[in-house]
């Protein structure tokens, strides 16, 4: 795991300065605290910050080929890189190295751009060729890594983090309203846009070309609901998952470090522990988190549960109050764009413990997303099932239940808001909604010369152009496909990535690699989802390994209690924040009905993820604007 930059100057004459690149690396030094390199060769610069996990001594980046015409720096890891390997010394390539980043080169060198196809893994690099003189760089199929890059007239920038890009002074800050509107809207950023309107995110399954002063995107790879499974059993599909599962969490075993897995005590992080213990003859550490207060779920007797049953050396520790507003502005800091995400600030605490034992982390994240484990898919459909029944009375009725909804229960107001409707039209993603406080009261809590300013940033026609290589679909698939692209990359994955590397740790999620997704996409919706019951084919795969208490217990990950934290005892510095005179300044939210809010928050307790938002942003503003 490391941090990337290049900076490619489209004037071939003009030359990069090594300061030029030394300044864009300095911020992302977390990313690789075990070595920094550079290349320069004219109008381009790459340089590299390391975190050493395979091929500990081998593997220093920039790296180049034998003849030093390609050359490379890249974040992630290789999971196949062995097979490959093998390959491509079968045909003739000679390795300097055991490392995964080698194996990339002598593919480019293969196949040109089409290498990336062959790369299992997680990963974001940029390649320069010599010969060519052409800067290819590609993102992993999912987004488990991050890229962003930067355009202007004169200069194109790549970084694994936007702050590398704005350490040059030469690029814009200005903020991107549209953009801001959509968190509002998403609770995070989708697609390609940033809260800077000069730099965007390199997609998943994307990559990019710069060639005599052009730059191209395109893409490699999408998730495709075939059904070429269709007519496999449940049994065998149980089978078949299962022998995959421990396949692919041997994969993301490999590493020259110790290597932990991080413990929330639900099914799917447990379920890859124990595939884990499988993989390896060593002991191996696990970890999770705890909350302070009463009337807080407590995940760790599960997760000790866990442990105990597969005989790790586990560690557990618990977060106060004072701890989740400490980092908050950290958070900000590392997360760069907006995401309305506290259970990142228990991610950063538990990565920063096992920081101390390991420096690789095994996760679960995924697991819900491929194989429909959120309540959220039963309930749309069940209100598509109803809808058609309802016929034209169906929006009728659903506008009378979100009137209802607006005073008594959000999830009437969302529900309803939903009935009738295209899926374009209500499903903004797992999280969002026509229906949540933001969506359906922007005209009273917005400045209007912000909405004035973001116009045209409606998330309807976001979801419109998203879900169109998959219309025709059956629900199910189109909602797990909205949430794929959107919700994982967007908001899990880039927690999952910069707030570990905040702690300078790898987090690898052997349930989103690309084969475990294709292989879930292939089978038809009753083997993930029948009636409540998500999850089914993976938790009958899970069920060979795991106790029953694990198994059927209900879904919580990392349940941070932020929302009773906020209004509680961080009450009086959540107004110092939301109520200051810079928070009034900012133009985009009018200050009578932030303060409403906040007063409704203490009372009622509703609208946590809402106050939690609005702290993001100023906090942003403060820190990164």
């Given at each position: 795991m490391c941090g990337i930059v290049a900076k490619l100057l489209f004037a071939s004459?003009?030359?990069i300065a090594r300061p030029e690149i030394e300044a864009m690396l300095a911020p992302i030094a977390h990313r690789g605290p075990d070595g920094q390199g550079i290349f320069l060769d004219g109008s381009i610069g790459l340089g590299h910050r390391r975190l050493a996990i395979i091929d500990v001594d081998g593997g220093p980046q920039p790296m180049t080929n034998e003849d030093e015409t390609v050359w490379i720096v890249f974040n992630g890891?290789?999971?196949?890189?062995?097979?490959?390997?093998?390959?491509?010394?079968?045909?003739?390539?000679?390795?300097?190295?055991?490392?995964?980043?080698?194996?990339?080169?002598?593919?480019?060198?293969?196949?040109?751009?089409?290498?990336?196809r062959h790369l299992r893994g997680m990963?974001?690099?940029?390649?320069?060729?010599?010969?060519?003189?052409?800067?290819?760089?590609?993102?992993?199929?999912?987004?488990?890594?991050?890229?962003?890059?930067?355009?202007?007239?004169?200069?194109l920038y790549l970084a694994s983090e936007l702050k590398a890009i704005i350490a040059d002074p030469a690029v814009s800050r200005a903020t991107n309203p549209a953009a801001l509107r959509q968190f509002f809207s998403f609770f995070y950023l989708p697609g390609e846009e940033t809260l800077f309107r000069s730099i965007r995110k390199l997609p998943p399954g994307h990559m990019l070309l710069a060639e005599n002063g052009n730059v191209a995107i395109q893409r490699y790879w999408d998730l495709q609901f075939t059904r070429e499974r269709g007519s496999l059993s449940f049994e065998d599909a149980v089978d078949e998952l299962y022998d995959l599962l421990g396949s692919t969490v041997r994969d993301h075993m490999i590493a020259d470090v110790p290597v932990g897995v991080l413990l929330s005590g639900g099914v799917d992080s447990s379920a890859v522990l124990s595939f884990a213990v499988q993989g390896t003859s060593k002991k191996i550490k696990t970890f999770t988190v705890g909350f302070d207060g009463s009337q807080v779920v407590d995940e760790r007797p599960y997760a000790q549960m866990a442990a105990n049953r597969f005989g790790t050396e586990h560690f557990d520790l618990t977060i106060t109050p004072e701890d989740f507003w400490g980092f908050l502005p950290r958070y900000v800091w590392h997360m760069e764009d907006p995401v309305c995400e506290p259970p990142a600030v228990a991610l950063f605490y538990v990565s920063k413990l096992a920081r101390g034992y390991v420096k690789v982390l095994l996760s679960g994240e995924g697991g819900d997303e491929a194989f429909a484990g959120y309540s959220n898919y039963p309930n749309m459909l069940k209100l598509d099932?109803?809808?058609?029944?309802?016929?034209?009375?169906?929006?009728?009725?659903?506008?009378?239940?979100?009137?209802?909804?607006e005073y008594t229960s959000e999830r009437m107001a969302r529900y309803g808001d939903a009935l009738g409707r295209t899926?374009?039209?209500?499903?903004?993603?797992?999280?969002?909604?026509?229906?949540?406080?933001?969506?359906?009261?922007s005209g009273k809590l917005f400045d209007p010369g912000f909405l004035q300013a973001a116009n045209g940033a409606s998330a309807a026609a976001t979801m419109r152009t998203l879900l169109n290589p998959v219309r025709g679909k059956p629900l199910l698939d189109r909602m797990l496909y909205a949430d794929t692209k959107t919700w994982l990359p967007d908001d899990l994955l880039v927690k999952a990535?910069?707030?570990?590397?905040?702690?300078?740790?790898?987090?690898?999620?052997?349930?989103?690699?690309?084969?475990?997704?294709?292989?879930?996409?292939s089978l038809p919706p009753d083997h993930k989802l029948r009636g409540q019951d998500g999850k089914r084919v993976?938790?009958?795969?899970?069920?060979?390994?795991?106790?029953?208490?694990?198994?059927?217990?209900?879904?919580?990950?990392?349940?941070?209690?932020?929302?009773?934290?906020?209004?509680?005892?961080?009450?009086?510095?959540?107004?110092?924040v939301l109520l200051s005179d810079k928070a009034k300044s900012r133009g985009v939210t009018i200050a009578r009905s932030v303060e409403k809010l906040v007063n409704e928050h203490e009372r009622n307790g509703c609208c946590s993820k809402e106050i939690f938002s609005l702290l993001v942003v100023e906090f942003w503003h403060v820190l990164c604007g």
């Open positions: 004459d003009d030359r890891e290789i999971y196949n890189f062995q097979p490959l390997r093998e390959i491509l010394i079968a045909r003739g390539h000679t390795f300097r190295s055991h490392s995964d980043t080698e194996v990339i080169i002598h593919l480019y060198e293969e196949y040109g751009v089409d290498c990336v990963f974001a690099f940029a390649i320069w060729d010599k010969r060519q003189r052409r800067l290819f760089a590609a993102r992993d199929r999912v987004g488990i890594k991050p890229l962003y890059y930067c355009q202007t007239p004169k200069v099932r109803l809808g058609r029944l309802l016929g034209p009375l169906a929006r009728s009725a659903g506008a009378l239940a979100n009137f209802i909804g899926l374009e039209e209500t499903y903004f993603s797992r999280t969002a909604s026509p229906s949540t406080y933001f969506n359906r009261f990535d910069k707030i570990t590397m905040a702690n300078s740790l790898e987090l690898r999620v052997p349930l989103l690699d690309h084969e475990v997704l294709e292989f879930a996409a993976l938790k009958a795969a899970f069920s060979r390994a795991l106790p029953a208490e694990i198994l059927n217990r209900k879904k919580a990950g990392f349940p941070v209690p932020y929302g009773r934290w906020l209004r509680g005892p961080l009450a009086g510095r959540v107004r110092d």
